[in-house]
């Protein structure tokens, strides 16, 4: 129900009687300053000075009441998995009676249009204008999935052995990188989806992942270089030989590049 309040001036004594037209209800405090009602109408109020009987009469016309419609919202989602840094700005309200106060997933109600660091998933807004009247919705915070890189554990190659640093298939999402850091910067040129290398030494390096948002996956690898050199020189050969043990010759591994005295 609706309380309506008299304040009489100057103070005294007074009697109080409320009567209500035909679509009125008066529920309780009909010989009160403060009547109860709970339909719309128009309601009169007969008061009476006890000492002197000087009387007043006035009306009050009680409508439906104005409740909030609805309200412009404006959401920033949360840029990179669990950053915690969603948004919610409040902005003009259709209907209702203000100022109006916030109230975000039960807390309190706060004079305050906007709201930070919002966890991902539903939430729900409830605001109340200055008569009472409320309105309420839900909205949904979006965070993006983990950004996630794996280049693979460190591995072991011998010297002179080609292989490739990097793939898009390292990245559990390659459609969103956008960026490549990658150190030691001398070896940026070798990270690429296509690109062999055959480091002459052992070597660790990083890449880091950026995608259009700043979000952020790094990961690092050792590659060890055996740099032992594999010579074969063998001790027996036969010139007149059919079965091409003919030659005598210094086989090597890929390891070597030159033989430099024979």
Not at 4 to 25: C, E, M, R, V
Not at 36 to 51: P, Q
Not at 71 to 81: G, N, Q, R, S, V
Not at 118 to 132: C, E, F, I, V
Request: a negative charge; glycine letters at 8%; proline letters at 7%.
């Amino acid at each position: 129900p609706l309380v309506l309040l008299a304040k009489i001036t100057p103070p005294g004594n007074y009697i109080f009687q409320w009567t209500a037209d035909s679509l009125g209800h008066l529920v309780s405090g009909m010989n009160s300053p403060k009547p109860s009602v709970d339909k719309i109408g128009t309601y009169t109020l007969y008061v009476a000075n006890t000492v002197n009987g000087c009387a007043s009469t006035f009306e009050i016309a009680v409508g439906e009441p104005d409740f909030p419609t609805n309200a412009e919202l404006a959401l920033k989602h949360i840029t990179c998995y669990a950053a915690k840094n969603g948004e919610l700005k409040i902005g003009p309200v259709s209907g209702g009676l203000g100022p109006f106060v916030y109230a975000l997933d039960g807390a309190p109600f706060l004079n305050a249009l906007e709201f930070r660091y919002l966890r991902p998933g539903d939430h729900t807004l409830l605001l109340q204008g200055a008569n009472g009247c409320e309105w309420d919705t839900t909205f949904t915070i979006q965070e993006p999935p983990e950004l996630l890189l794996d280049m693979g554990a460190d591995t072991t190659i011998h010297l002179g052995t080609a292989l490739q640093l990097w793939t898009k298939d390292m990245v559990n999402y390659p459609d969103r990188i956008d960026q490549l850091l990658v150190t030691p910067a001398a070896i940026s040129a070798m990270v690429c989806d296509t690109c062999m290398f055959a480091p002459k030494h052992s070597l660790r390096y990083a890449v880091t992942v950026l995608d259009s948002n700043g979000c952020k996956a790094a990961d690092e690898r050792l590659v060890y270089v055996n740099t032992e050199r594999y010579v074969f020189i063998p001790n027996v050969f036969k010139p007149e030989s059919p079965d091409g043990n003919n030659l005598f010759r210094v086989f090597c591994g890929e390891d070597v590049a030159r033989v430099q005295a024979f």
